[in-house]
Nanobody
């Protein structure tokens, strides 16, 4: 059974850092690409990262994706957090057969087949 479970969210002051985790089960991370998304209250969901190299302009240079194959866990390191980063963050598995990240739309929902339930991040003083 495929499952993705996010953790690591919380309250952090502006300029602070958090590392989100996405624990995968039912498949191995070396076979699939993981994307991170976020949804702020009252706003549409937006893509944050696709694989290791592609990031939304709003987070580029501040957020970094990584993976640990030994624990089958993906991470999103978030530095220099801003109030506008406040959102619930989700990881999702990119569907097999979808275009590679960067070869087309990175965050089209139909290209992702499994989603976690999210972890909330609040950036506030």
């Amino acid at each position: 059974q495929v499952q993705l479970v996010e953790s690591g969210g919380g309250l952090v002051p502006p300029g602070g850092s958090l590392r989100l985790s996405c624990e995968a089960s039912g498949f191995t991370l070396d076979q699939y690409v993981i994307g991170w998304f976020r949804q702020a209250p009252g706003k549409e969901r937006e893509g944050v990262s696709c694989g290791r190299r592609y990031y939304a302009d709003s987070v580029k240079g501040r957020f970094t994706f990584s993976r640990d194959f030994a624990t089958n866990t993906a991470y999103l390191q978030m530095n220099n957090l801003k109030p506008e980063d406040t959102a619930t963050y989700y990881c999702a598995r990119r569907r097999s057969g979808s275009p590679d990240c960067g070869a087309g739309p990175n965050w089209q929902s139909s290209d992702y087949d499994y989603w976690g339930r999210g972890t909330p991040v609040t950036v506030s003083s």
